[in-house]
C-alpha cells in the first residue's frame, strides 16, 4: 500500500488512517500534481482542490481514489469517492482530516472487510477526547453521538464513557499547583523481546548503574527545591522504567532515601515503585519499599503461560510471580497491579483466559491489559516469528479480559491506545473498587504538570488554565545523562520560567 497526496498535507493523518487496515510499521507517502496518473497496486490518492468563485466560506472538492486488491471479492479493483465541502480557511486542516478520514475509511472497509473499532480516530487518548466533550458542555448522549459520528464501535465508547465517569473524581483532586513526580530507572535485567522502551540490560551497563543513582539523587534534590520554591503540591510519585527493581536494595534505598529527605512523601496521595519483572524483587527490596512509604506497586507478568515467558526472553516463570504477590502481601503491600499483553506470540485465547483466571485468584487490586503492538511484532519479525504474532487473536483476547475482570469485580479506570498495535486495539487499566493508579489517570488524561528526574524522562509542564503543555526532555541514555548532567540540571531553569509566566510571580 502507498499513499499519494495531491493539493494537501494531510499525508500523516492518512498514514495513520492507512495502517488501521494494513498494519504495518511504515506506509510511503508521496506527492503527486497535475492529472491522476497511473496508479499502480494498492494505492490511496487523495486530493484537495479549492473550488475558486464559492461564495463567502472557501469551499473544497475531497476526490479519495483507491486501487486495492478487494478482500471479499478477491480481486484487484478501482473504487472513487468525491466529496465537496465548504469551510472557513482556518479550519480547512481540520475539516480535510474529518472528510479524508470518513471516506478513506469506507473506501478502506469495503476493500478489507475490516472495521477498526476506535473507527477513524487515530489519537492516543479517547478518554481525554470525552474528557473534553463533557466539560465543552455535551452530554453523554451528544458525546456518543460525536464518536459514532466518527465510526467508534458502540463497545468502545461505551468502555470511553465509563472509564471517563470513573476518573471523574480523580479528576477532581487536581488543584492548578500540584503536581505529580516520574523517576526514571532505564535499566532491566535482560531486554523482552517485545519491548520498544528505551530500556538497557544490566548486563551490558551495570558500570553505569552507581555513578546513575548518584546523579539521579542529585538531580531529585534540585527538583524537589524547585517544586518547593514554587510552591507546588505533591500530588503522586511513580518511579517506573525500565525496571527499578533491578537495582540493588541498597541503591533502591538511596534512591528512596532522597525521595523521603527531600518531598513531602506523606501528602501524596499515592507512590508507586513499578517493580516489574519478578526476577528482580527480592524480599530485601519489598521492605525497603515498604519502610519508604510506597503504597502501590507492581508486579508484571505479561502472561502466565511459562512457554511464552521463555519465547519473549523473560527469565522467571509463572510460579515466580504468584510467589512474589504473595511475599508482597506478607509484606504489607494492599495495592498491586499486574500487567498483562494480549498477543503475545506463541499466546493462544485459551491459554491468555488460563492467565487471566490464575490471575484473578490471585487478587491483585488492578490489573492492566495491554495489547501487543506491531512495532513490538515487528521485532518479532526480526526474528522470524511476526506472522504469528500478527495473526494472533488478540481481539477476543481483550474482550474476553472486559468481560470476566468485570464479572470479577474489576472496572476500566484508565485507558489509552498506542500506535501500531494489533487490530488497533487499546490498553486498559481494571482495578477493584477505591485502587485506581491515580498517577496513570493524571498521565494519561494530561491533566497536571510531571515532574521528571532520570534518563529518558520527560518534565511535562501543564499550564492549568488552558491545553498547553510544555516538554522538558532529559538525555534518553544512561551514558549521555551521566556525561552531560550539568545539561540536565541547566533545563529545569524551564520549569521556573513556565511558572512565573503562568502565575506571573
Ligand atoms: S521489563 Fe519492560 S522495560 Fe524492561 S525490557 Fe521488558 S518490556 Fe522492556
Known sequence: MRIWIDGHTCGYELECMA????????????????????????????????????????????????????????????????????????????????????????????????????????????????????????????????????????????????????????????????????????????????????????????????????????????????????????????MGGGTPTTLSARQMEQVTDTISRCFPVKEALEYTIEAGRPDTITLEKLEVMKAAGVSRISINPQTLNDKVLASIGRRHTAKDVLECIEAARKTGFDNINCDLIAGLNGDTLESFQDTLGRLIQANPENITVHTLSVKRAARLRQEGEYLEAVHNPAAPMVEYAQKVLREAGYSPYYLYRQRDTLGNLENTGYCKKGREGYYNVFIMEEAQSILAAGAGATTKLKDPFSIYIERVFNYKYPYEYIERFSDILDRKGQVNRFYERIFNT
Not at 508521496?30 to 482542490?49: F, N, Q
Not at 481540520?94 to 476493500?111: I, N
Not at 526514571?184 to 553505569?208: D, G, M, N, Q
Not at 548518584?214 to 524547585?226: I, M, N, P, Y
Open 19 to 238: 495502517k488501521l487496515f494494513f498494519q504495518a510499521e511504515k506506509l510511503p507517502v508521496e506527492t503527486v500534481e497535475g492529472p491522476i496518473p497511473d496508479m499502480p497496486e494498492e494505492t490511496l490518492y487523495t486530493k484537495a482542490e479549492l473550488l475558486v468563485g464559492a461564495g463567502d466560506e472557501n469551499q473544497y472538492r475531497l476526490t479519495v481514489r483507491l486501487r486495492c486488491l478487494n478482500r471479499t471479492a478477491g480481486k484487484l479493483e478501482d473504487t472513487e469517492l468525491v466529496k465537496e465541502v465548504c469551510c472557513a480557511p482556518e479550519q480547512s486542516q481540520k475539516v480535510f482530516e474529518f472528510h479524508f478520514g470518513k471516506m478513506v475509511y469506507d473506501l478502506l472497509s469495503a476493500a478489507t472487510g475490516v472495521k477498526p473499532p476506535w473507527g477513524i480516530l487515530t489519537g492516543v487518548r479517547p478518554v481525554k477526547l470525552v474528557q473534553r466533550c463533557l466539560s465543552q458542555g455535551m452530554d453523554e448522549d451528544e458525546t456518543e453521538a460525536f464518536f459514532r459520528e466518527r465510526y467508534v464501535s458502540p463497545e468502545k465508547i461505551s468502555l470511553a464513557l465509563e472509564t471517563a465517569r470513573h476518573q471523574k473524581p480523580i479528576l477532581e483532586k487536581i488543584t492548578p499547583k500540584s503536581y505529580s513526580l516520574y523517576i526514571s530507572i532505564p535499566f532491566c535485567p535482560s531486554r523482552c523481546s517485545y519491548c520498544s522502551f528505551v530500556s538497557h540490560s544490566i548486563e551490558k551497563t551495570a558500570k553505569l548503574v552507581e555513578p546513575y543513582v548518584g546523579l539521579l539523587c542529585r538531580e531529585l534534590e534540585e527538583t524537589a527545591k524547585l517544586a518547593e520554591s514554587l510552591g507546588l503540591e505533591l500530588t503522586s510519585i511513580y
